[in-house]
């Protein structure tokens, strides 16, 4: 085999390798964005443990091949950058969506989201969703509410005189 050929082949392993050890892939569109854009976002999203690279799109559909994931390809069009979300997927997820109201010419294309490929009205829909903290803050709050509430309640019948302490 030929050198150039090789070295496509070390990328298409590449690809599926990170594939493979993301929790999350999202396909976003870049076209319009400049460099100093694409890479204050390459920075914020490295702090979150996320990889973002730009790869061609006929290697990349040769790795989903690879790895079951042919259902991505219809999407893959145009200058794609990929995020592999290695360490939480939903806060990537909301990240990216953010960035988009910061700069309008990324978007949202597709992803593969908990092993399933999807598109960019599903994937904004699930941004919506509270994040496992927020979950836990919000099921907190509710078991204390009630708690809280008859505390309240009790000190105000001692501060009418009803009940005594």
Known sequence: MSALRDAKVLVVDEIAKNITESKALYVVNYKTLDVASLQSI???LAKQGVLLKVYKNRLVKQSLN?????????????QNIYAFAKE????????LVKFKKQFPA???IAGIYE???VDAK????????PSYEESLMILGNSLLSPIRNLAIGLNELVKQGKVSE
């Open 42 to 44: 390459r920075n914020d």
């Open 66 to 78: 690879k790895l079951n994931h042919a259902d991505l390809n219809d999407y893959l069009l145009g």
């Open 88 to 95: 939480d997927d939903l806060t990537t997820l909301k990240a």
């Open 106 to 108: 990324f978007e949202l």
């Open 115 to 117: 092993n399933k490929v």
């Open 122 to 129: 599903a994937l904004n829909e699930i941004a919506k969703l």
